[in-house]
Structures are given as structure tokens and as C-alpha cells.
């Protein structure tokens, strides 16, 4: 049971690139998020999912995107990678039950240059 | 979702305890109290949670107050992996997004 997997780990990109962090879970969770993490900075949610199929948007949703065809994945996709989007993102996942325990994986260092 | 208010950092001696204060006075009745930890550069991982009644789990204790406008995240014996962000968020169980939103958080540190 690995719980929530986050690749790559670290990434360099330039500005105006393109590149997709993945994040797949194996606990057969519905509800899985996306979370950016600036230094010294608290968590932003960026999109969430509650089910194959649907997703919303967050508090930062700009510049990215996000598709969810099945249970296990959610990757999320930078089209023009910009200097502000150098940041920490986390994914996680949860039942969605009244509990609220979030499953978060190790993260993604991501820097634009 | 109501909002929290968190000191800014805080120290603690090793072995002794830790007690993190959080102050949500907007809180509905309905809304949960969720504590969260970041060890630096790891995910975030789930503590305790509580509506109305103290709790207890092999982490920690939280204490909610009476009136449900503060509570206090209690770690018996803190040791120095205890070193951490901590959040304290409060959240309607009703949502059906399950999200939690993060606000700055306490930094803890324990000191030999």
C-alpha cells in the first residue's frame, strides 16, 4: 500500500513550458486535491476532485488544469510554466467522509526559470 | 467555513508539554476543529479532530472549549520530531468536497 505516489519529485523548467505533475493513490479514495506550497507560506488549494470524472476549481486555479478519469489519478498540468508558479505542490486524497484525514503524498519541488 | 487565528511560532522544552492554542470565534455548530502538522519539506499529516468533546488518539489531546470559540492541541511529550507547522482548521462535515483550507499555522519548536 503505497498510499499517495507524487512524480517527478524535483523538476526545472523554463519559462513558457509546458509539463504535468502526476499523482496517483491505491487506497480506492474518491476525493483527491491539488495544493501548491510558496516558501514560508501556508497551503493554497489549487483544484480538487470529488470522483472520476469531476473536478472544481480552488482557491488558485490559474494557470493550471486538471482531469480525473479515473479513481487512482489526478495529474495536473502547467501549460505555460511561469516564474510565479515555482512552488512546493502537493496532492492528496481522502475519503471525504466526516473524518477530514487528507493523505498527502511527499510533494513535487517545481522551479521556473 | 470559519476561520482560525494561530500564534505565529512557539517554543516548547523537550519532554515537557506542548499546548498549541487556536481561536476560532466564528465557528458554527456544525463545524469540526481538524489539527494538521508539516514536518519541514513533507506533506502535511493528519493529527486529531474533535466537534465538542475533548479527544484523545496516540498523538496528541484536543481540548474545545465550552462555548466551541478556541481550543488547544496538546502534545504530553514533545520530542524534538515534534519540531513542526501546525495547522488548525475548522470545517462543516456537510461540505461534500471534503477540502480543508490552510492558514499559516504555529510553528513549533522543541528545544533540547
Known amino acids: 500500500n503505497a498510499g499517495v505516489t507524487q512524480t517527478p519529485k524535483f523538476r526545472i523548467l523554463k519559462i513558457g513550458q509546458s509539463m504535468t505533475l502526476q499523482c496517483a493513490q491505491d487506497?480506492?479514495?474518491?476525493?483527491m486535491y491539488w495544493y501548491r506550497q510558496d516558501p514560508g507560506m501556508g497551503l493554497k488549494l489549487i483544484y480538487y476532485s470529488v470522483g472520476a470524472g469531476i473536478t472544481d476549481k480552488g482557491e488558485v486555479p490559474n494557470g493550471y488544469n486538471v482531469s480525473r478519469s479515473t479513481t487512482e489519478d489526478f495529474p495536473l498540468r502547467l501549460e505555460l510554466a511561469a516564474p510565479s508558479q515555482t512552488s512546493v505542490y502537493f496532492c492528496?486524497?481522502?475519503?471525504?467522509?466526516?473524518?477530514?484525514?487528507?493523505?498527502f503524498g511527499e510533494g513535487s519541488r517545481l522551479t521556473v526559470l | 467555513d470559519a476561520k482560525t487565528t494561530q500564534p505565529t511560532s512557539m517554543d516548547c522544552a523537550e519532554g515537557r508539554a506542548a499546548n498549541l492554542p487556536c481561536n476560532h470565534s466564528?465557528?458554527?455548530?456544525?463545524?469540526?476543529v481538524y489539527w494538521y502538522r508539516q514536518i519541514h519539506s513533507q506533506g502535511p499529516q493528519y493529527i486529531i479532530h474533535g466537534l465538542k468533546n475533548n479527544e484523545t488518539n496516540e498523538m496528541a489531546s484536543l481540548i474545545i472549549t465550552e462555548d466551541r470559540k478556541s481550543s488547544t492541541l496538546i502534545l504530553p511529550h514533545a520530542t524534538l520530531r515534534d519540531t513542526a507547522v501546525y495547522y488548525c482548521i475548522v470545517r462543516a462535515p456537510t461540505s461534500n468536497t471534503g477540502k480543508l483550507i490552510f492558514g499559516q499555522g504555529t510553528t513549533l519548536q522543541v528545544k533540547p
Open positions: 492528496a486524497s481522502s475519503f471525504g467522509t466526516n473524518t477530514g484525514e487528507l493523505f
Open positions: 487506497m480506492n479514495h474518491n476525493y
Open positions: 466564528t465557528i458554527s455548530g456544525n463545524e469540526y
